[in-house]
T-cell receptor, first 112, second 112 residues
Framework: EAQVTQNPRYLITVTGKKLTVTCSQNMNHEYMSWYRQDPGLGLRQIYYSMNVEVTDKGDVPEGYKVSRKEKRNFPLILESPSPNQTSLYFC???????????FGAGSRLTVL | SQQGEEDPQALSIQEGENATMNCSYKTSINNLQWYRQNSGRGLVHLILIRSNEREKHSGRLRVTLDTSKKSSSLLITASRAADTASYFCATSTSGSARQLTFGSGTQLTVLP
């Protein structure tokens, strides 16, 4: 089944403890992206990647890092999480030239 | 940056009724898309309408686009309880998924 898989789905952590949210897609998509969703703010793009080793900032990149060493994986790294990064995170992917995103099921992160 | 704004923010209807949601945007677009999100889950693409199209149908969904008013509407006919979800419009200025900008969504509740 074509899908985007995120892990973990739920995570509670404490301020300053580094964490990584993994994202993997099995559709051979070139484009991958991370969004965060907060009440009343819709989805805001954190980082995106057009292809392997090509990443760029979205609208809200502060406090996050990403890497794209393999085509299928696009992990989101929070080096020193803070409470304002408590949010619902989505990874999404798309083939190059396509307009439509395929989303993962989401990762709900709570930073205490 | 948020481009699309959905209206209303919340809508509650009886099963069998039609549901209409609106989206307004600010700048010229290449296409506009609608996505559905079930509670706490990832977004699922519903339909895409290009800037040179005025109306599009997919099953019980009907989307209209008025580029002169910079607005779109999503009509769900004969709604079902399973249609209960949040609905988001997303605009693309270039036609690339990279530049999709999401609104804050309309929460639709269909009462049985």
């Amino acid at each position: 089944e074509a899908q985007v898989t995120q892990n973990p789905r739920y995570l509670i952590t404490v301020t300053g403890k580094k964490l990584t949210v993994t994202c993997s897609q099995n559709m051979n998509h070139e484009y991958m992206s991370w969004y965060r969703q907060d009440p009343g703010l819709g989805l805001r793009q954190i980082y995106y990647s057009m292809n392997v080793e090509v990443t760029d900032k979205g609208d809200v990149p502060e406090g996050y890092k990403v890497s794209r060493k393999e085509k299928r994986n696009f992990p989101l790294i929070l080096e020193s999480p803070s409470p304002n990064q408590t949010s619902l995170y989505f990874c999404a992917s798309s083939s190059s030239g396509a307009n439509v995103l395929t989303f993962g099921a989401g990762s709900r992160l709570t930073v205490l | 940056s948020q481009q699309g704004e959905e209206d209303p923010q919340a809508l509650s209807i009886q099963e069998g009724e039609n549901a209409t949601m609106n989206c307004s945007y600010k700048t010229s677009i290449n296409n506009l898309q609608w996505y559905r999100q079930n509670s706490g889950r990832g977004l699922v693409h519903l339909i895409l309408i290009r800037s040179n199209e005025r109306e599009k149908h997919s099953g019980r969904l009907r989307v209209t686009l008025d580029t002169s008013k910079k607005s779109s509407s999503l009509l769900i006919t004969a709604s079902r309880a399973a249609d209960t979800a949040s609905y988001f419009c997303a605009t693309s200025t270039s036609g690339s998924a990279r530049q999709l900008t999401f609104g804050s969504g309309t929460q639709l509740t269909v009462l049985p």
